[in-house]
């Protein structure tokens, strides 16, 4: 990848009309009029158009966003190399692209560094800015996941878990609720907009609308979601040039809004015009948080060796529901069944130190700086109370985390779930960067919960049957 490095990136000339949503609205259903967004031209069938990788770009998802194959790509770039995971950011490229009607705007609203919970968010003080404001969410406190939190506390607690920065959900609050300068509070338990019981209050409404975030940024980084409908029922098709970070604020409002008022969201007046006043310009502040090639350190499996455990979880979501598929699951030997804790500890996959320790959650920081906002970290969740490795203390590989169990979020039966982060970012257990673990290599399935681990011509099912075709025996030699 170092030829790559090398390359110039110098940006193209922008390959962008100006046509106003009046135009484009009459030509898909006379829809309502709003202030003009930046459209593209429409192509020739495999038309070479000029992109510049951005921070996170992998083939499978260049392909499927630009509507062709990774063959192509590689045929009209041959200088990337075989075994590339991510693209290097600002690499020119030329990808071969077949138009597809509705796509969306290029205006971009946020770089992926500051939409994710990573490096750039260090330093930055979520309780201390919001104190500092005039409006209602400084007085604001409520109870929350254990403990009475201030409205800044739980904007910090929920981009924790989610791995969202805490100033893109500020600027969501203040651009829905007036949450920094208003000093009114909503009347509505659902100041967000998204009208369910079950996500009544601040809390839960913030977390609908991060694990929302989440589904739209990783859908589009994988490219598995290209698409998504309005509630008018206009398709919108993201620009394939667009980063996922303004692709996942674009899903988020488009399961508010439709028309004028998710044009304006996603536009210069919207959220972005609301962020620039709070925080300053975004993209001064762009600092790609994933690297040319990424790679995945050594990882043992998460128990001893010789002991068999089954493998309970193919891909399914890091945290929340949906996007991102970043974790898997495995389950010890049943002693007594249920979700009483194990006997056999789950064991740290390599050496770090543990960043966070808390109910049913450690989450282990592979570069030892203690941040679980940098590096790669390794993100497990039930975890027992009883045995949990406890917050500040370095853990070599193979040492025990804690003992497996149903605690912390939703669990059918007694088992460990692992994920990854890197720099923030939930790495999905699948693609071009897919978890390995001493060799054994995850593969999705048709379904959240389904796929296999395959090491060779080995192949491990996910079942949580815990059946003889999903054990797994940690230890052994390669191949």
Same mark, same amino acid.
Request: with cysteine; hydrophobic share 40%; net charge negative.
């Given at each position: 990848?170092?030829?790559?490095?090398?390359?110039?990136?110098?940006?193209?000339?922008?390959?962008?009309?100006?046509?106003?949503?009046?135009?484009?609205?009459?030509? $898909?259903?006379? #829809?309502?009029?709003?202030?003009?967004?930046?459209?593209?031209?429409?192509?020739?069938?495999?038309?070479?158009?000029?992109?510049?990788?951005?921070?996170?770009?992998?083939?499978?998802?260049?392909?499927?966003?630009?509507?062709?194959?990774?063959? !192509?790509?590689?045929?009209?770039?041959? $200088?990337?190399?075989?075994?590339?995971?991510?693209?290097?950011?600002?690499?020119?490229?030329?990808?071969?692209?077949?138009?597809?009607?509705? @796509?969306?705007?290029? /205006?971009?609203?946020?770089?992926?560094?500051?939409?994710?919970?990573?490096?750039?968010?260090?330093?930055?003080?979520?309780?201390?800015?919001?104190?500092?404001?005039?409006?209602?969410?400084?007085? /604001?406190?409520?109870?929350?996941?254990?403990?009475?939190?201030?409205?800044?506390?739980?904007?910090?607690?929920?981009?924790?878990?989610?791995?969202?920065?805490?100033?893109?959900?500020?600027?969501?609050?203040?651009?829905?609720?007036?949450?920094?300068?208003?000093?009114?509070?909503?009347?509505?338990?659902?100041?967000?907009?998204?009208?369910?019981?079950?996500?009544?209050?601040?809390?839960?409404?913030?977390?609908?609308?991060?694990?929302?975030?989440?589904?739209?940024?990783?859908?589009?980084?994988? =490219?598995?979601?290209?698409?998504?409908?309005?509630?008018?029922?206009?398709?919108?098709?993201?620009?394939?040039?667009?980063?996922? =970070?303004?692709?996942?604020?674009?899903?988020?409002?488009?399961?508010?809004?439709?028309?004028?008022?998710?044009?304006?969201?996603?536009?210069?007046?919207?959220?972005?015009?609301?962020?620039?006043?709070? /925080?300053?310009?975004? @993209?001064?502040? !762009?600092?790609?948080?994933?690297?040319?090639?990424?790679?995945?350190?050594?990882?043992?499996?998460?128990?001893?060796?010789?002991?068999?455990?089954?493998?309970?979880? =193919?891909?399914?979501?890091?945290?929340?529901?949906?996007?991102?598929?970043?974790?898997?699951?495995?389950?010890?030997?049943?002693?007594?069944?249920?979700?009483?804790?194990?006997?056999?500890?789950?064991?740290?996959?390599?050496?770090?130190?543990?960043?966070?320790?808390?109910?049913?959650?450690?989450?282990?920081?592979?570069?030892?700086? =203690?941040?679980?906002?940098?590096? @790669?970290?390794?993100?497990?969740?039930?975890?027992?109370?009883?045995?949990?490795?406890?917050?500040?203390?370095?853990?070599?590989?193979?040492?025990?985390?804690?003992?497996?169990?149903?605690?912390?979020?939703?669990?059918?039966?007694?088992?460990?779930?692992?994920?990854?982060?890197?720099?923030?970012? @939930?790495?999905?257990?699948?693609?071009?960067?897919?978890?390995?673990?001493?060799?054994?290599?995850?593969?999705?399935?048709?379904?959240?919960?389904?796929?296999?681990?395959?090491? #060779?011509?080995?192949?491990?099912?996910?079942?949580?049957?815990?059946?003889?075709?999903?054990?797994?025996?940690?230890?052994?030699?390669?191949?």
């Amino acid at each position: 990848m170092a030829a790559l490095l090398a390359l110039s990136s110098c940006l193209p000339p922008a390959d962008v009309e100006s046509l106003s949503l009046e135009a484009t609205a009459a030509a $898909q259903d006379g #829809g309502p009029t709003a202030t003009p967004l930046p459209t593209r031209p429409q192509y020739n069938p495999g038309e070479l158009v000029e992109y510049i990788a951005q921070t996170g770009d992998t083939l499978p998802a260049l392909a499927r966003r630009f509507n062709t194959t990774e063959a !192509e790509i590689r045929a009209a770039n041959p $200088q990337i190399p075989l075994d590339a995971t991510t693209m290097p950011p600002g690499m020119p490229m030329q990808i071969p692209i077949y138009y597809l009607p509705f @796509w969306g705007t290029p /205006f971009k609203i946020l770089p992926d560094n500051l939409f994710v919970n990573g490096p750039s968010a260090v330093s930055f003080d979520t309780e201390a800015f919001v104190a500092s404001q005039p409006g209602w969410l400084k007085d /604001f406190s409520a109870y929350a996941a254990g403990a009475v939190r201030s409205g800044g506390g739980l904007v910090e607690y929920v981009a924790l878990n989610y791995s969202i920065d805490p100033r893109l959900l500020l600027a969501i609050l203040e651009y829905q609720t007036g949450a920094l300068s208003r000093p009114e509070r909503p009347d509505s338990p659902y100041m967000l907009g998204y009208r369910d019981y079950n996500r009544s209050g601040l809390y839960l409404q913030l977390i609908w609308a991060a694990n929302t975030l989440n589904n739209g940024y990783y859908g589009w980084r994988t =490219g598995l979601q290209t698409s998504f409908e309005l509630p008018d029922g206009r398709l919108e098709r993201p620009d394939p040039w667009q980063n996922a =970070g303004t692709v996942g604020i674009q899903y988020y409002y488009s399961r508010l809004y439709s028309g004028v008022e998710y044009q304006t969201a996603i536009g210069p007046d919207g959220l972005a015009r609301v962020y620039r006043s709070l /925080f300053g310009d975004p @993209w001064a502040m !762009e600092d790609p948080h994933i690297p040319v090639s990424l790679q995945q350190p050594p990882l043992l499996l998460p128990f001893a060796p010789g002991e068999v455990w089954a493998y309970t979880g =193919g891909p399914h979501t890091g945290w929340g529901s949906g996007e991102p598929y970043a974790a898997i699951d495995f389950a010890p030997p049943a002693v007594i069944g249920g979700c009483s804790a194990s006997e056999r500890p789950a064991l740290a996959v390599a050496d770090g130190v543990v960043a966070r320790s808390e109910s049913g959650i450690v989450v282990l920081d592979l570069d030892g700086d =203690g941040d679980e906002r940098t590096g @790669w970290v390794i993100f497990y969740l039930h975890v027992a109370t009883g045995g949990r490795a406890p917050e500040g203390v370095f853990l070599r590989a193979g040492d025990p985390v804690g003992y497996p169990s149903c605690e912390r979020g939703s669990a059918t039966g007694t088992h460990i779930h692992i994920a990854r982060k890197y720099n923030g970012e @939930w790495i999905p257990a699948d693609g071009p960067l897919a978890f390995n673990l001493e060799g054994w290599v995850a593969h999705n399935g048709n379904a959240p919960y389904q796929g296999t681990l395959t090491r #060779g011509n080995r192949v491990v099912i996910a079942c949580d049957c815990s059946d003889a075709a999903s054990q797994v025996r940690a230890g052994e030699p390669w191949p």
